[in-house]
T-cell receptor, first 111, second 111 residues
Framework: QQKVQQSPESLIVPEGGMASLNCTSSDRNVDYFWWYRQHSGKSPKMLM?????GEKEEGRFTVHLNKASLHTSLHIRDSQPSDSALYLCAARGSALGRLHFGAGTQLIVIP | GGIITQTPKFLIGQEGQKLTLKCQQN?????MYWYRQDSGKGLRLIYY???????QKGDLSEGYDASREKKSSFSLTVTSAQKNEMAVFLC??????????FGPGTRLTVL
């Protein structure tokens, strides 16, 4: 079973709309989450990270973390067609050196 | 800043062939990773290395070998290429267990 579950698998939002992506870990030792964005044909790039309870905002992007439920979410407001990409959630847990990645959410923003 | 280079960019092999992919980083990071990504899917960890001459198996190590000859380089060998296999192999590096930086990928096609 995947240690990191992401939902939904795919998401279509209109330009200017809000996109909400979810990620939950089953590893109780997780202490850090990252969100990566991967445009088609490119390699993943880190978008945001969070390790404290609460929320963190950077421009149009907001990430939330609930450490008790090991759940993080990424919200993109005023979505743009250039936000269309695969969004990967990664969690740092107990194993030295490695992250666990989820299967990703494919976001499509329709002009 | 730094950069990760992967060679070759494209690799076409024959069924049963042994194929080697190479990765170099100049971040001076201790930890390096090899991931496999099938089209539109998430990342699956093949091998990682937390220091020179160290090797740790990931979730998908069967059918692959790896070698960390020096701190800046990490090689991956497909021991016997499978017919019709198509995937992108991504190399990454990180300092301690922090943010991972990815290379541009090697695209493998097996005829």
């Amino acid at each position: 079973q995947q240690k990191v579950q992401q939902s939904p698998e795919s998401l279509i939002v209109p330009e200017g709309g809000m996109a909400s992506l979810n990620c939950t870990s089953s590893d109780r030792n997780v202490d850090y989450f990252w969100w990566y964005r991967q445009h088609s044909g490119k390699s993943p790039k880190m978008l945001m990270s969070i390790f404290s309870n609460g929320e963190k905002e950077e421009g149009r992007f907001t990430v939330h973390l609930n450490k008790a439920s090991l759940h993080t979410s990424l919200h993109i407001r005023d979505s743009q067609p250039s936000d269309s990409a695969l969004y990967l959630c990664a969690a740092r847990g107990s194993a030295l050196g490695r992250l666990h990645f989820g299967a990703g959410t494919q976001l499509i923003v329709i002009p | 800043g730094g950069i990760i280079t992967q060679t070759p960019k494209f690799l076409i092999g024959q069924e049963g062939q042994k194929l080697t992919l190479k990765c170099q980083q100049n971040f001076n990071h201790d930890t390096m990773y090899w991931y496999r990504q099938d089209s539109g899917k998430g990342l699956r960890l093949i091998y990682y290395s937390i220091t020179e001459n160290d090797l740790q198996k990931g979730d998908l190590s069967e059918g692959y070998d790896a070698s960390r000859e020096k701190k800046s380089s990490f090689s991956l060998t497909v021991t016997s290429a499978q017919k019709n296999e198509m995937a992108v192999f991504l190399c990454a590096s990180s300092r301690d267990r922090g943010e991972q930086y990815f290379g541009p990928g090697t695209r493998l096609t097996v005829l």
